[in-house]
Antibody, heavy 118, light 108 residues
Framework: QVHLVQSGAEVKKPGASVKLSCKASGYAFSSYHIHWVRQAPGHGLEWMGIIDLSGGTTVYAQTFRGRVTMTSDTSTSTVYVDLSSLRSEDTAVYYC???????????WGQGTLLTVSS | SYVLTQPPSVSVAPGNTAIITCGGNNIGNYGVHWYQQKPGQAPLLVMYYDSGRPSGIPERFSGSKSGKTATLTISRVEAGDEADYYCQVWEYSSDHYVFGTGTKVTVL
């Protein structure tokens, strides 16, 4: 069965950077993509970007361009998202989710709460 | 950027039908997918490509699209259907994924 297990909650100060992880299991890791989606408290879902694990190419949402980097480690079937220059508005639950050429997100991780506060 | 608009809330009595709409410019050109999110949980895919139902999703959930609107219909609503629902498309010209504004379904 497909599982996406995300790293634990983080607390960061404004201006800092954070790296969150998402470990996949139960399927052929490199045959799919991984999306990152975030949800601020009381708000809706916001797509951040996607990494194609077959070749490592990335597409980032305009909102995050310049501040976000998505990478992967095929040896551990783990995907990472790096977000820099954190501000209080980045406080949110960050989800990883599996996708592929079907253009929908079929399995989701449990989410990681990031709190940005001085 | 592409915008998908949903009603903020829908209220329905148990056993009745909940209809959740998702509007977007030229939405007929896009495959629309739907997610259910219960409090404190990750989203769950409940409909793909307008009307496809993933394994494990009850037949009470159905989807359609007509004109400028996609619709998720929940028949014979149960208390367990109370959740937030989001539509989503892949906007091909920008290669971006877009989520709708979300609809909170309340079971009275």
């Amino acid at each position: 069965q497909v599982h996406l297990v995300q790293s634990g909650a983080e607390v960061k100060k404004p201006g800092a950077s954070v790296k969150l992880s998402c470990k996949a299991s139960g399927y052929a890791f490199s045959s799919y993509h991984i999306h990152w989606v975030r949800q601020a408290p009381g708000h809706g879902l916001e797509w951040m970007g996607i990494i194609d694990l077959s070749g490592g190419t990335t597409v980032y949402a305009q909102t995050f361009r310049g501040r976000v980097t998505m990478t992967s480690d095929t040896s551990t079937s783990t995907v990472y998202v790096d977000l820099s220059s954190l501000r209080s508005e980045d406080t949110a639950v960050y989800y990883c989710a599996r996708g592929w050429d079907s253009r929908y997100l079929d399995y989701w991780g449990q989410g990681t709460l990031l709190t940005v506060s001085s | 950027s592409y915008v998908l608009t949903q009603p903020p809330s829908v209220s329905v009595a148990p056993g009745n039908t909940a209809i959740i709409t998702c509007g977007g410019n030229n939405i007929g050109n896009y495959g629309v997918h739907w997610y259910q999110q219960k409090p404190g949980q990750a989203p769950l895919l409940v409909m793909y490509y307008d009307s496809g139902r993933p394994s494990g999703i009850p037949e009470r959930f159905s989807g359609s699209k007509s004109g400028k609107t996609a619709t998720l219909t929940i028949s014979r609503v149960e208390a367990g259907d109370e959740a937030d629902y989001y539509c989503q498309v892949w906007e091909y010209s920008s290669d971006h994924y877009v989520f709708g504004t979300g609809t909170k379904v309340t079971v009275l």
